[in-house]
């Protein structure tokens, strides 16, 4: 049950981030890199993207 519940909350940070990624003002480069970083290595790309991504 805690497992599924700490993957449910990973899951919404990391729509959470993509959503955030789409809209800020960086290039469409920066957004589509940035966007897949995330997705490919979700762990260490929302806590790489939270401190040093694009801001809005």
């Not at 519940?5 to 955030?20: E, M, Q, S, Y």
């Not at 003002?25 to 940035?34: C, E, N, R």
């Amino acid at each position: 049950m805690l497992e599924g519940l700490l993957g449910l909350i990973h899951l919404v940070l990391i729509i959470w981030a993509v959503i955030n990624i789409l809209g800020s003002g960086a290039s469409t480069l920066a957004k589509v890199l940035w966007t897949l970083f995330v997705v490919i290595f979700p762990l260490v790309g929302f806590i790489v993207w939270f401190f040093v991504g694009p801001k809005n």
